[in-house]
């Protein structure tokens, strides 16, 4: 079974510049995640969707991330403009369905990171 | 709010020495409490979870941890820990919602 794939693995952009990110869940999870994780953090949930309904974004940055999930299916994860805190690692997760149960186990993807200079 | 304090920023243990990770948790109803560990480069890898029944959970690669209530813990323990376990151990606690927090993380180094 093929994993949470994610693109880039390594992003460096300026300040003030605009950075996309990919993931591709693990085929047939219908809840997807986004975390960012700081250099010594843990994971912070950014925002969650269940097919492509957003369930959660109350920890994303509004005023410059977005997030889609048009079919339900692969998401991306935008930053406009960068600031030189979201230097971090951004996770990408999948789950088969939203609710705690024994099969809603969070798969990560190897993750993005991102430099902001 | 849930929360998870792993009070360890970072350990180091001999191989072949016993291990045990701390994790404390602070929420409102019963938690579903993870440990999830990642190498360097890696994406997070589930160990084990616990969401009800046994306290006494049993992971991937020799790990197990316990649920204690009363303490609001979740510990990690490993007997005879291996090079290859030198990793970031996170514990995070999760509610019916699927909203996962994780704590900060542990550095484990493992010596020779």
């Known amino acids: 079974e093929a994993g949470v794939a994610q693109s880039p693995r390594y992003k460096i952009i300026e300040k003030r510049q605009s950075v996309a990110f990919w993931c591709n869940p693990i085929s047939g999870h219908a809840t997807l995640y986004w975390y960012q994780q700081i250099l010594g953090q843990g994971p912070k949930l950014l925002i969650q969707f269940q097919n492509n309904g957003v369930v959660d974004d109350s920890q994303l940055p509004k005023d410059r991330f977005s997030a889609e999930r048009l079919k339900g299916v692969d998401s991306t994860l935008k930053i406009q403009p960068a600031k030189l805190e979201d230097s971090a690692v951004y996770l990408c997760?999948?789950?088969?369905?939203?609710?705690?149960?024994?099969?809603?186990?969070?798969?990560f993807g190897p993750g993005t990171r991102l430099t902001v200079l | 709010a849930q929360s998870v304090t792993q009070p360890d920023i970072h350990i180091t243990v001999s191989e072949g020495a016993s291990l045990e990770l701390r994790c404390n948790y602070s929420?409102?109803?019963?938690?579903?409490l993870f440990w999830y560990v990642q190498s360097p480069g890696q994406g997070l890898q589930l160990l084990l979870k616990y969401f009800s029944g046994d306290t006494l959970v049993q992971g991937i690669k020799g790990f197990e941890a316990e649920f204690k209530r009363s303490q609001s813990s979740f510990n990690l323990r490993k007997p005879s820990v291996h090079w290859s376990d030198a990793a970031e151990y996170f514990c995070a606690v999760g509610g019916y919602n699927n909203d996962m927090r994780f704590g900060a993380g542990t550095r484990l180094t493992v010596k020779p």
């Open positions: 997760a999948s789950s088969l369905d939203w609710g705690l149960d024994s099969t809603d186990t969070q798969y």
């Open positions: 929420y409102g109803a019963t938690p579903y």
